[in-house]
């Protein structure tokens, strides 16, 4: 089993700037992607970034040049900081691990960006 705990979440102001945190722990095989998801009320879940074991990443459109993941092989934690934050950005937001074919989720993290 793999546990993910995410960190960093709250309120901040638009064009301010959050730093997320997801802590992976548990079986963990070296061949995976870590990412971020994102959840609006009323939307469906959407793909906000991933990075893979490698260290290659993906990023949605809205978030790029915005948004920069990355990873700490030694801690098993995955960033996202998140930049010049738009009210649109209020979601929650899921860290995520897939491996062989398998997803795993965090509880999720609010963030708001609201004045």
């Known amino acids: 089993q793999v546990q993910l705990v995410e960190s960093g979440g709250g309120l901040v102001q638009p064009g301010g700037s959050l730093r997320l945190s997801c802590a992976a722990s548990?079986?963990?095989?070296?061949?995976?992607?870590m990412g971020w998801y994102r959840q609006a009320p009323g939307k469906q879940r959407e793909l906000v970034a991933t990075?893979?074991?490698?260290?290659?990443?993906n990023y949605a459109d809205s978030v790029k040049g915005r948004f920069t993941i990355s990873r700490e092989n030694a801690k098993k934690t995955v960033y996202l900081q998140m930049n010049s934050l738009k009210p649109e950005d209020t979601a929650v937001y899921y860290c995520?691990?897939?491996?062989?074919?398998?997803?795993?989720w965090g509880q999720g993290t609010q963030v708001t960006v609201s004045s």
């Open positions: 548990g079986s963990i095989v070296s061949i995976h992607t």
């Open positions: 990075i893979t074991s490698g260290g290659s990443t």
């Open positions: 995520n691990l897939r491996q062989v074919g398998i997803n795993y």
